[in-house]
């Protein structure tokens, strides 16, 4: 469809696309950042609480998103396992934010770990020691069966501490028990763990990554339902002192302001290094539209700018930066808006769209009145 641009697929998303997760553009600073956090997970079985800041617009969301992908492509052991959850904005409590967690663990894995334990295991696998605390999630998980909808919805039902169920189909999965304290939960989400990072050789264990977004949202909560959160997470990450990476993003304009909304049990347990992702300059700008590009051309040349002009591009960014910071959203929005437009209006020549093609829709007020910081994913 965009041939005539040299372009395979459209470059510019104003939302964080999972479709979009292989693309990093840029930012070469975070890029570094997140391939050491990446080597040091793998590399070492110790537990970690990792931090991301970013500021609003920069790319949290794809970040994680990007991570994930980084992480379900890698080839060998230990495998790095990725989870996304989010903290929901009117949380009632610690187990609507386990319910986010349950819902992104990879099932079909976890099935198949079950019959590794059977396999180096004598006697019941709910017998072992990973389930004495919550011995319903191996009937839950052996419950789960593509041909058995009824039981595989109660199961899941079960797994994320929905209310509902009867006793008639807990009696059908074999569970004689709810889900219904954030210690129920953090019992459960500690057998998951477990046996998601399960290998009888300890050298391949895998590493559970558990990403929760938007954890600034929990300065919104309800003191008592933050304290929830922040206690039940600090007992999860201390019933792993191996093969759990926990990974808590914030965005808000000051960074200082994390400090403010972490416990001090958690902040005790977060790694020094802080992931930041700051506002950008012109020039980091500017490679990042160049790099964005790059990764979306059918046949490289010299026109990187195509279908603009570098100077148009240069343009744009100068406007931005007049008037509000430089971000990956920003920039986003803005090329995605002025090239629709335009694309409309006319195709580009050989030499791309110059300066005075865009300027109408660079100063068009509509574009402003859509370009807002917002709590959303980015």
Sequence with gaps: MFEHLNLKEWPFRTTADEEFASVWAGRAKTRDQVDRLLRKMQMFPKSGLHILWANFGMGKTHTLYHLRYRCNNLKNAPLLIPVYAVLPKRSTGFLELYREIIQGLPYDFLRKQIQ????NTRGSVSLHPMFQRSPGVVKALLSMDTEDIENTTAAM??????????????????????????????NALSSLTSLACYHPDPT?????????????????????????????LHTYFNAHP????????????NK????????????????????????LTPGEAQEFVRDLLAQFRITSNDRWAYPLTPEAVDAIIQTISRRKTLTPRRLMLYFNYILQEIILEKDPNDVGYS???????????????????????S
Aim: charged share 25%; proline share 5%.
């Design 157 to 186: 039902q079960w797994l994320a501490a929905q209310p509902g169920l009867t006793k008639g189909q807990l009696n059908q999965i074999g569970v004689s028990y709810r889900i219904k304290t954030p210690e129920d939960g953090i």
């Design 116 to 119: 590794k334990v059977g396999n």
């Design 242 to 253: 191996t093969n759990l990476q926990l990974v808590l993003t914030f965005s808000f304009g």
């Design 204 to 232: 391949k264990q895998a590493r559970l990554v558990v990403m929760i977004d938007e954890y600034q949202r929990v300065g919104e909560l309800n003191p008592r339902i933050a304290a929830e959160n922040h206690a039940s």
């Design 256 to 279: 200082q302001n994390v400090d403010f909304l972490l416990s001090p049990e958690i902040k005790s347990r977060a790694e020094p290094v802080v992931i930041n992702l700051d506002t």
């Design 355 to 377: 300066v005075d093609d865009i300027h109408k829709y660079l100063m068009d007020p509509q574009l402003g009145d859509m370009d807002v910081d917002q709590d959303s994913s």
